[in-house]
């Protein structure tokens, strides 16, 4: 049982490449989200899904799009990389009234 | 804006129990207050929850006050590997199209030998 598993773990970019993170998990949870976190700060919420098929917006969802075609998969796409995009990126899911499972996290720099 | 206030950081001796604070004054009636933590960048973890009532884990304690506008997580007898920074959030029980939670920056907690 891997949990919430993200890949890339680390990931450098230029400014206007276009990159996918991913984010699986096995626990047949229906809400899954991204965070981001920048240094010395809290999490900020950038897309959320409460089941396949069902995507919405977070605080922060400028730049990035996802999709969600499977209970399993949440991938988060960059379309235009910026440095200000450089931060640690988080998925999480939940199952209703239930706490966060998160990932360990992809390191992203955008150069 | 975060919801909830924490110190930014806080020291205990090791074995000693470590007292977190939070305040969250504008706490509605359906949300819980949540505590995760975060060790050296990995992915946040849960610790525990609780609506009113005190609650105990194999984690920790959460003491809410009576008027629920602030609470204090207990780490008993802390160890080394408790060094990691604590986020204490409200979030209401259901999950709707503005769903959200707002993480504030933490207290970082520095166990000492």
């Known amino acids: 049982n891997a949990g919430v598993t993200q890949t890339p773990k680390f990931q450098v970019l230029k400014t206007g490449q276009s990159m996918t993170l991913q984010c699986a998990q096995d626990?047949?949870?229906?809400?899954m989200s991204w965070y981001r976190q920048d240094p010395g700060m809290g999490l900020r919420l950038i897309h959320y899904s409460v089941g396949a098929g069902i995507t919405d917006q977070g605080e922060v969802p400028n730049g990035y799009n996802v999709s969600r075609s499977t209970t399993e998969d949440f991938p988060l796409r960059l379309l235009s990389a910026a440095p200000s995009q450089t931060s640690v990126y988080f998925c999480a899911t939940q199952e209703l009234n239930s706490p966060l499972h998160f990932g360990n996290g992809t390191r992203l720099t955008v150069t | 804006d975060a919801k909830t206030t924490q110190p930014p950081s806080m020291d205990c001796a090791e074995g000693r129990a470590a007292n977190l604070p939070c305040n969250h004054s504008t706490i509605s009636g359906n949300e819980y207050v949540y505590w995760y933590r975060q060790i050296h960048s990995q992915g946040p973890q849960y610790i525990i929850h609780g609506l009113k009532n005190n609650e105990t884990n194999e984690m920790a304690s959460l003491i809410i006050t009576e008027d629920r506008k602030s609470s204090t997580l207990i780490l008993p007898h802390a160890t080394l590997r408790d060094t990691a920074v604590y986020y204490c959030i409200v979030r209401a029980v259901y999950m709707d199209s503005n769903y959200q939670l707002i993480w504030g920056a933490g207290t970082k907690l520095i166990i000492k030998p």
């Open positions: 626990m047949n949870h229906e809400y």
